[in-house]
């Protein structure tokens, strides 16, 4: 095998990744994320993150950004996958060949019907929605 696909940028891709080089894979190795972040640490957004004792870049999970070797394709939501062609299309049109996949996808945030559109509820499921909940306040919860 030479290239390695990875869809999912989140602890299990993540986990994908570091499996395949620590049992030898010397190939190229492509991370697609659909965040623009690499992979972090989500418990801590709706808990210390909020409160303001971590910061973003302390939920960040990898310590050396060559560790892996990886060419990170984030921001770049994965629509299809040509299982004959082994080939996977990004939503901006980009495509991404691999003699081997792994789709580590993740879960997403279900909204219940009948609070969709309600000011005061929230979804936390992503850096992003914990910065948007963030305090103004709080410059080390990380707000922007």
């Known amino acids: 095998m030479q290239t390695l696909a ?26 697609i994320g659909d965040e623009p972040h690499r992979p972090y640490d989500r418990p801590p957004l709706s808990k210390d993150f909020l409160l303001g004792t971590v910061t973003a870049d302390d939920l960040f999970l990898e310590a050396d950004a060559d560790e892996l070797q990886a060419d ?16 996977i299309l990004l939503k901006d049109g980009r495509t991404v060949q691999a003699d081997g996949i792994v789709i580590a996808t993740g879960a997403k945030a279900r909204q219940l019907p009948t609070l969709a559109g309600l000011s005061n509820v929230f979804t936390l499921r992503t850096l ?3 910065q948007s909940l963030a305090p103004s306040w709080c410059p080390e919860a990380g707000w922007l």
Request: proline share 0%; hydrophobic share 55%; net charge positive.
């Open 6 to 31: 990875i869809v999912g940028a989140s602890l299990a891709g993540l986990s994908a990744a570091r499996a395949a080089r620590a049992q030898g894979f010397t190939g190229r190795l492509v991370i």
């Open 72 to 87: 990170w394709l984030l921001g770049a939501e994965a629509v299809s996958l040509d299982a004959s062609s082994r080939t």
């Open 128 to 130: 992003a929605d914990a």
